[in-house]
């Protein structure tokens, strides 16, 4: 791989990141909207069932495809998809950055509930 090319893939999975980042603060904010001048709000929710075979299949990718590209084998993969085993957050940021999409995507979020109160 020549330096140019280097850079380039370099460049793309930083832009990648970035692009999750500014996706997930974006998603921070909005969870944060709940809160009111003089209150505050407590927010409790739970990671629920995996949404990366819907992905995956949106984006016309296969497990294995998925697997080359993270560099880990296709049972790992396998593992996330069928719900035997939730990712690291580091998993998660790597799937995120390679499918395009924000780590909040990656699983249902289910509200729990919400606790208000005065400060």
Do not use: H, P
């Not at 944060?32 to 929710?45: K, M, P």
């Not at 049972?75 to 799937?95: H, W």
């Amino acid at each position: 791989m020549g330096v140019v090319s280097f850079f380039s893939s370099f460049f793309i999975i930083l832009a990648s990141i970035c692009s999750n980042l500014i996706s997930f603060l974006a998603n921070t904010i909005q969870l944060l909207s709940y809160f009111n001048v003089g209150e505050w709000c407590l927010l409790t929710v739970k990671v629920g069932r995996c949404l990366l075979r819907d992905i995956l299949k949106d984006q016309g990718i296969s497990i294995q495809q998925l697997a080359n590209r993270l560099g880990v084998s296709r049972q790992q993969v396998s593992k996330y998809v069928n719900d035997k085993k939730k990712m690291s957050f580091e998993t998660a940021l790597n799937v995120a950055a390679v499918l395009n999409v924000s780590v909040l995507e990656l699983y249902e979020i289910i509200e729990v509930g919400i606790k208000n109160g005065r400060q």
